[in-house]
């Protein structure tokens, strides 16, 4: 070795030592004593390496000087094809030479040795400088010790020092830490380019990056059902990826990934109920899509889906039914491989038509289902009880059994709850009160099990204040209706209306005073922006009827034949809605005194409370047949009176068995006016109306109109 590359080479070690040490001091002097021995290597190969043939050291002397020279420009990035290919040809030859070496390992010439032993070293330094990903921490490490640190290169390399940290925070699922990252990131790509926005281009990838850290926060909040937060985190994300200081490399891809976080913030305004902007978002996926996608294909369908369920949550079922279709027509274009969103689908056909009365259409799209559908298909069930519902609530009960079996089996919680909640609802419509109490404990049970616990507990409160309605315990069923009322903010308008409407007639049978007209206003406004009336839906109607039966009796028969012209342009005569709507047009008829005109109508309802419960089963029948022996005593048809008193009895026995209720006192109290009137028996009469009375005051308080009546008859 000669002494001037002895010298060299010392240089270069030391000033290199001094980068890792010092830092960029020596940076520019170590640059330039390699680039001085790469020279000397190269237009001196004859002078520094002296083997047997002069070629072969003007060859070698290129072949290091050129991988060596490529140190030189180790600063400027990124490393071009061409330095690689220098340092490639020397990593070559040093391959080459270990051939030989190998080979010739006992008579390996000694000046070839020294020739392979510099080759071997440069091609291990420079090799890392080109090779090296600027992700790689040491090589970035040691790029910024020979930098100044307000320098562009060096900003260049913090910023991706910046996405690597992001990365690992990705990884690690915490956005928080990760989003001041990438906005680091961000930060060091504008020191890198002199903020000249001009060339923002070059680190847009910052900016995704940054959004999407944003995106799988908001992913995490909507997954625990954090709204208003994945929200917050889905609208920053959009802000971001439309900046203006955000210059796509990649215009497609950005737009893309616009257009599905739109989608996101559609998912999450429909959570939040914000359906101004939820339709504000739906206009824009639909008139972008194609923007983003060739064809309609099977993410519309998602998008489709979506917006039906919406619609249907906000009662727009034509729209949804139109929605689900159009989804049919695209899982069409690969039927194979869209059974799962045809089952879905044919699902959401059904509740849809189910709502709208259209039974036979939902009738047609189950066995469309059953068709595609395993035997054991517990969901077919389901469907199968909500049709059966409207039409023979006997049969539903028992398949209504046997889909709490199927969920059971599966381990389904969400399901298993609402089959055992669709249960509990044919119990009490099949007045098997025993049963319900038994079933009511094993449906509380279940809450535990599903997610959203406080909303669930809601559906599960309502049907306790129903069932304690039912029972005359008017005091706790208020107390569960506000319950479900004031627990649940995730219930539907129309839900919050029927509960408040409840409630309002608890208030009627316990002597609450309320502003009942207010009331009346606050519903009515809500009716006239209900895009259609429904069969199903007017147990509304009839509750708003009913706190008005007596008080307005003008809107209340309006109300009421809402309800019974509904279910006749549908074509449907068979429901418990047209008995009690019939029964309580019947009582405003009793308040006026038209009692032949109220008997026609109480006729009418028994008939189709008959037609839907069967003959004297139910407590709507039980309050029908009460009303009439009112009318009967009216007008002094005691006969009569007797023998619907009987048959109020044979209901009562049926619904009840021997426990004693509220309806036993106001039976006693019919019967003690017709033993007073017909039979003219006076104190067997104060006797119903005693007994009458003790039943009464577990039910109200003494200043209840119903014991103060039973008082005043007592005393006669």
Same mark, same amino acid.
């Given at each position: ?25 020596? !940076? ?7 680039s ?10 004859? %002078?520094?390496?002296?083997f ?11 072949? /290091? ?44 010439n000694?000046?070839l040795?020294?020739?392979f ?6 091609a ?17 490490? /040691?790029?910024l ?9 060096? $900003? ?10 992001? +990365? ?13 990252? =990438? ?13 000249d ?22 992913d #995490?909040?909507?997954?625990?059902n954090?709204?208003?937060?994945a ?5 920053? =994300? ?16 950005t ?5 599905w ?6 998912l999450? %305004?429909?959570?939040l ?9 739906l206009?824009?996926?639909?008139d ?12 519309y ?6 917006a ?19 989804s ?14 045809f ?8 509740? *849809? %038509? ?11 799209y ?6 595609i ?17 409207k +039409?023979?609530?006997? #049969?539903?009960?028992?398949v ?12 389904i ?13 044919l +119990?009490?419509?099949?007045?098997n ?16 099990? !599903?997610? $959203?616990k ?8 309502e049907?306790?204040?129903y069932?304690?309605?039912i ?12 319950? =479900?009322?004031? @627990?649940?903010?995730?219930?539907? +308008? ?33 009716l006239?922006?209900? #895009? ?20 307005? @009796? ?8 809402v ?34 005109? =109220?008997?026609s ?25 009460s009303?009439i022996?009112?009318s ?7 006969? &009569?009176?007797?023998?619907? /008193?009987?048959?109020?009895?044979? !209901? ?8 004693v ?16 009137? *017909? ?7 104060? &006797? ?6 003790n039943i009464?005051?577990i ?12 008082n005043n008859? !007592?005393e006669?």
């Amino acid at each position: 070795m000669k002494k001037s590359e002895k010298i060299l080479i010392t240089s270069i070690l030391s000033l290199f030592l001094g980068v890792l040490i010092f830092g960029p001091h020596f !940076t520019i002097p170590l640059l330039i004593s390699s680039s001085i021995l790469s020279g000397c290597y190269i237009v001196g190969g004859l %002078y520094f390496f002296n083997f047997q043939k002069n070629k072969l050291n003007i060859l070698v002397g290129i072949i /290091l000087g050129s991988a060596l020279g490529v140190f030189t420009f180790t600063l400027w990035l990124p490393v071009s094809i061409f330095r690689k290919v220098l340092v490639s040809i020397n990593i070559i030859f040093s391959i080459l030479l270990i051939g030989l070496w190998v080979y010739k390992k006992n008579d390996f010439n000694k000046k070839l040795k020294f020739i392979f032993l510099r080759s071997i070293t440069i091609a291990v330094f420079t090799s890392f400088f080109a090779f090296s990903s600027v992700h790689f921490n040491v090589y970035r490490s /040691l790029l910024l010790r020979m930098l100044t640190p307000d320098s562009s290169l060096s $900003n260049n390399l913090l910023m991706f020092e910046k996405i690597d940290e992001y +990365e690992e925070y990705m990884n690690l699922k915490k956005y928080d830490l990760a989003i001041v990252k =990438a906005n680091e990131a961000i930060l060091c790509g504008k020191k890198w380019k002199n903020y000249d926005t001009l060339y923002y281009q070059d680190f847009s990838g910052a900016y995704e990056f940054l959004s999407n850290a944003y995106i799988d926060n908001g992913d #995490e909040f909507f997954n625990k059902n954090d709204f208003k937060n994945a929200l917050s985190n889905y609208i920053k =994300a959009d802000s971001i990826l439309t900046h203006k200081e955000h210059k796509p490399k990649y215009v497609k891809s950005t737009e893309s990934d616009i257009y599905w976080n739109r989608y996101n913030l559609l998912l999450t %305004y429909n959570k939040l109920l914000d359906y101004k902007n939820y339709d504000s978002e739906l206009d824009y996926l639909i008139d972008n899509y194609l923007k983003v996608k060739d064809t309609l294909d099977i993410d519309y369908h998602y998008i489709l889906e979506n917006a039906s369920n919406n619609y249907y949550t906000r009662s727009y079922y034509s729209d949804a039914i139109d929605l689900n279709k159009a989804s049919l027509i695209i899982l069409n274009q690969d039927s194979l491989n869209n059974i799962n969103s045809f089952k879905n689908t044919y699902i959401r056909l059904i509740k *849809n %038509y189910l709502i709208t009365d259209s039974t036979e259409t939902a009738k047609t799209y189950l066995k469309k289902y059953e068709k595609i559908t395993s035997n054991n298909d517990c969901r077919y069930l389901f469907y199968k009880i909500r049709i059966l519902q409207k +039409e023979n609530i006997k #049969e539903a009960l028992e398949v209504a059994k046997k889909a709490c079996e199927c969920f059971e089996q599966k381990n389904i919680s969400s399901s298993l709850f609402f089959s055992n909640l669709l249960l509990l609802k044919l +119990e009490l419509e099949n007045s098997n009160y025993k049963d319900f109490e038994k079933q009511i404990e094993i449906t509380q049970d279940l809450i535990s099990q !599903t997610d $959203n616990k406080k909303y669930n507990q809601s559906f599960v409160d309502e049907l306790l204040g129903y069932y304690n309605s039912i029972k005359g315990n008017y005091i706790d069923s208020k107390k569960y209706y506000l319950k =479900a009322l004031n @627990s649940s903010k995730n219930f539907e +308008e129309v839900q919050k209306n029927s509960i408040k409407l409840k409630i309002a007639q608890i208030n009627d049978e316990l002597d609450i005073n309320y502003d009942k007209n207010n009331l009346n206003l606050s519903i009515l406004n809500f009716l006239s922006e209900y #895009e259609s009336t429904y069969p199903s839906t007017t147990a509304f109607h009839n509750d708003l009827g009913n706190i008005n039966t007596g008080f307005n @009796s003008k809107l209340s028969d309006s109300i009421f034949k809402v309800t019974i012209e509904c279910h006749k342009n549908f074509g449907i005569n068979k429901s418990s809605k047209l008995g009690v709507a019939y029964n309580d047009l019947a009582t405003n008829q009793l308040h006026r005194k038209n009692y032949k005109k =109220a008997d026609s109508l109480y006729t009418i309802a028994i008939k189709k409370l008959d037609d839907f419960y069967g003959k004297q089963q139910n407590v709507n029948q039980l309050i029908c047949y009460s009303n009439i022996i009112e009318s009967k005593l009216n007008q002094k048809k005691y006969k &009569e009176g007797l023998d619907f /008193l009987k048959k109020a009895h044979f !209901t009562k026995i049926n619904c009840f068995s021997k426990e004693v209720t509220i309806y036993d006192a106001y039976l006693l109290n019919l019967e003690g006016d017709l033993i007073k009137y *017909n039979d003219k028996n006076k104190s067997q009469s104060i &006797e119903k109306y005693n007994q009458a009375l003790n039943i009464a005051r577990i039910y109200f308080n003494d200043n209840h109109r119903f014991v103060k009546i039973l008082n005043n008859k !007592t005393e006669l």
